[in-house]
């Protein structure tokens, strides 16, 4: 049975996400042969103040950007 997690930074659509689990979850079946009815998504959404990247919270990163 996979169980697939997913992480972003928060601020996608409902309808992105959605995308993203039927999108996912195709691949899960082709690739592995998997049963669809046994295949999981989970996303985890996560600030952009909790992820960092080379050591810089992406909020301080977007904030310079702007």
């Known amino acids: 049975m996979p169980f697939i997690t997913v992480q ?3 601020g ?8 993203l689990i ?15 009815d046994n295949v999981r998504i989970v996303i985890n959404e996560v600030t952009a103040d909790d992820w960092g990247v080379g050591g810089v919270p992406v909020a301080v990163s ?3 950007k702007s």
């Open 62 to 64: 977007r904030a310079k």
């Open 12 to 19: 996608r659509s409902v309808e992105q996400k959605h995308a």
């Open 22 to 36: 039927k999108e996912i979850s195709e691949a899960a079946i082709r690739v592995l042969d998997a049963d669809p």
């Open 8 to 10: 972003l930074i928060e």
